[in-house]
């Protein structure tokens, strides 16, 4: 936790500079939760990345039991935050699919029916002026 840094005789300008560096993670962990809101696939590898980085630091310390709830917290937060941005992503590029192919299946049912009526024009069968139907070969005005 940052605010540990208050606890230090640091003076102003020290005392600032420590925030910084302390909330550094978190300002990385902002600008891809950011850019995420937009490009759910990079907010979520970002994330998962995040957690994996995490996990590792926390490797490079000899083994004690408190580091493993440090782990599940931090970094599962991480993954479950990862995964909801990947299963969003992938929800929307499959909706996206299937909206493709129903307008490219509307769009070629379109040009089948504007060809069947500039071909059969002729022959289909119209109202007179005075409502009865004929066929509009033979309609002469």
Not at 14 to 38: C, D, E, Q, R, Y
Not at 65 to 93: C, E, M, N, R, V
Request: aromatic share 12%; hydrophobic share 55%; with cysteine.
């Amino acid at each position: 936790m940052s605010l540990d840094i208050f606890e230090g005789n640091y003076g102003f300008w020290g005392t600032i500079v420590g925030l910084f560096m302390h909330n550094i993670p978190a300002m990385i962990l902002l600008i891809v939760l950011i850019v995420s809101w937009k490009r759910e696939i990079v907010g979520g590898i970002g994330f998962i990345l995040a957690g994996l980085v995490y996990i590792a630091l926390l490797m490079r310390n000899p083994f004690e039991w408190y580091l493993l709830s440090w782990a599940i917290q931090i970094s599962g937060i991480a993954f479950l935050i990862g995964a909801l941005l990947i299963i969003g992503w992938y929800k929307k590029i499959k909706k996206k699919a299937i909206i493709d192919s129903r307008a490219r299946i509307s769009g070629a049912a379109l040009l089948i029916y504007v060809n069947i009526m500039r071909n059969f024009a002729p022959i289909i069968v119209a109202r007179t002026p005075a409502g009865h139907c004929i066929n509009a070969a033979h309609y002469n005005g």
